[in-house]
């Protein structure tokens, strides 16, 4: 079993690598406000906004809050990113119609459940429905599945959101964050 | 400004919001403004004359104080006014508890309650029900609320959404007739553009 437990041990150490990255490369991207629901899969993204004097950190009782927040910062010049689980997406989808027809900047992170190894029945629906509902929205989705692709493709979905005013959803795999079983 | 309205009477939806909210607002370049729907996207863009420093919804309706927020986060040197309605702000009324816990002082919710879904053929609301929206707000934790049915409250609620040193929500209750009528852009992209040249030089 120490076997086991060395391995466990490893990828969690490779999961906090990757995700400290991945704050850092958001704060890199200008970004001042993080938005989210408590979600395991977006940990230490969420403590280290909480911790981070120079953003604001915003916990929203449904993830649809974050899509209007992220307007209303665009309006006053700021970036905002919202970190939320796929379920979250079904929640969001009527106004995604105002960043869409608006042409806002948008990023989001989706950490996926549902998808890749998924053993709870309840999260396979919208799992499954994560891309072809941002595809019906006209949101522009990029996937990750290695450690190694996350900063490169949170750079590119940044990019993509603040300099092309693109709404862009950056899909944080199964394969990447594992199926967990909870 | 009143609490007087008691539990077990009805509240009083005796003002005409085409006066008590430009009564109320002043002088509306006071303020950036985010409206949601129907009634109060008509009563400020008649008030600002579908000016610059409004940003009026027709859809996405939940959004205004959520969006209001991230402008209020962005922007701590302008007061941003929220306005909405009783059904936009039940849609999403989480929200308020979302900004409590953030408490930005430059942050004014204005809603405008005729009890009533104006836009859909004023089907009652909950507020006509007995849902008190100035309670929610208290138990979301926002500490500084009134709620303003008669002429003598218009004073205090705009000295409160013009002076709060932390975020505000202010009830103003109004019969369920029209807002006034104005023909505004309903282009979102277009309206986003020029909110943004007029705080931000750029699109």
Redesign the interface.
Known sequence: MAGVSATKDKAEEIEIGWQNALYDTLKAQGVTQFSYVPDAGHRILIDRSLADPDVHSVALTTEEEGVALAAGAHLGGARSVLLMQSSGLGNCVNFMSMIKGGNFPFLTLVSMRGDFGEGNPWQMGMGQAVRPVLDAMKFISVEVTKPDEVVPTAIAAATMAFKSGQPVAMLLTQKLIGAKAF | MSKTASKSAQPAYVLDRCEAVPAMIGDPKHF?V?TGLAGTAKDFASLTQDGPNY?G?A?????????????????PD?RVLVATGDGELLM?V??L??VS??NPPNLSILCVDNGHYGETGYQKSHTSLGVDLEQMAIGAGIKSTCTVDSQDGIAAGARMLRESNGTCFVVLRVKPTDPPKFKRNMD??A??VR??LN??GQA
């Not at chain 2, 309706?61 to 986060?73: D, E, N, P, Q, T």
């Open positions: 950036l985010v940003f919804m859809g996405a309706m939940g959004a205004a104080v959520s969006m209001g927020l991230g402008l209020a986060l962005a922007r302008k999403n989480g929200a508890a979302t816990v953030l979102i992209a309206s986003r909110f943004r705080l931000l």
